[in-house]
């Protein structure tokens, strides 16, 4: 008697787990993982990290895109393999993956491990003066930080105390970290579904080749207010396809633009993927 009693008693809770563990394992957090919190959605950035500043020409900053981007769904975008020819190609590669939240886990932990989620940390400056930032942004538990270390390679002591040389290192170590996941995930092309096309004066050899007609309705135009000289037009739509094909076939990142067959003006198109939470053109 007492044992059927012990039955009845424990049926509903065994039925319970068992509903519990035989959910579809494709249902959304199915997979979830206990850990570091964050947020889950497919435009939700929790971990970034890019290069900035250094003495680079204005082109570069205006295509420059983060080297790494996971969002909180576990889809990577990284930058993709470029040849190293110039001119290069007139939208360089990105390439996209996905990680799952084991996977995100395991990075959020060696961030924590390595001290550095959990405030501002003095990285120091070395005495160089053309080097990039190495910038890492981490969003979790509702906080965004971000850590920015310029020439971060160098942890040689030059300028540097024992601490800054130490949190240099553990920085780099999770940079490397992170590109080595990104690099293993991120296999197929990133198609972005907007670009930002920067549209500046045409500065170089107008000999060299014979120049693009424009394939879109926006009208080409500098911008000699801004801060570059770059005006902006947002590509979006099936304008997209309309210029990837223009560029496969006969553009790269050096060739000069014209609005018309029958025009003269030239221009030089610098041309940004739009990641999954951007919009194309940002203000500022």
Not at 24 to 32: E, K, M, R, T, Y
Not at 111 to 132: E, T, V, W
Not at 272 to 279: D, G, I, K
């Amino acid at each position: 008697m007492i044992r059927s009693m012990r039955f009845l008693i424990s049926l509903p809770v065994i039925l319970a787990l068992a509903a519990c563990g035989g959910s579809d394992p494709a249902a959304p957090g199915a997979d979830s993982v206990a850990g570091i919190d964050h947020a889950t959605g497919a435009t939700d950035v929790v971990l970034q990290m890019s290069l900035s500043g250094g003495f680079v020409p204005v082109e570069y900053n205006l295509r420059s895109v983060p080297m790494v981007t996971i969002y909180g769904d576990g889809r990577v975008v990284a930058d993709g393999p470029a040849p190293a020819i110039f001119p290069g190609p007139a939208l360089y590669p990105l390439n996209e993956g996905r990680i799952d939240e084991a996977t995100l886990q395991t990075l959020l932990a060696a961030i924590d491990d390595a001290g550095l989620n959990a405030g501002a940390i003095d990285f120091g400056q070395p005495p160089i003066a053309d080097a990039p930032f190495t910038v890492l942004q981490l969003t979790t538990g509702g906080r965004t930080l971000a850590h920015s270390a310029n020439a971060l390679d160098i942890t040689d002591g030059q300028g540097l105390t024992t601490d800054q040389i130490d949190a240099r290192k553990r920085l780099s170590g999770i940079v490397a970290k992170v590109r080595e996941t990104a690099t293993t995930a991120a296999t197929a092309p990133y198609v972005a579904a907007a670009l930002s096309a920067w549209v500046g004066p045409y500065q170089g050899d107008p000999t060299t080749d014979a120049p693009v007609v424009w394939p879109l309705g926006s009208p080409l135009a500098a911008d000699p207010s801004s801060g570059t000289g770059y005006g902006c037009i947002a590509v979006t739509g099936a304008d997209v396809e309309t210029l990837r094909g223009v560029l496969a076939e006969k553009a790269n990142e050096a060739t000069q633009w014209v609005a018309a067959a029958d025009t003269s003006a030239t221009f030089r198109v610098v041309l940004r993927p739009s990641l999954p939470h951007e919009q194309p053109c940002p203000a500022g």
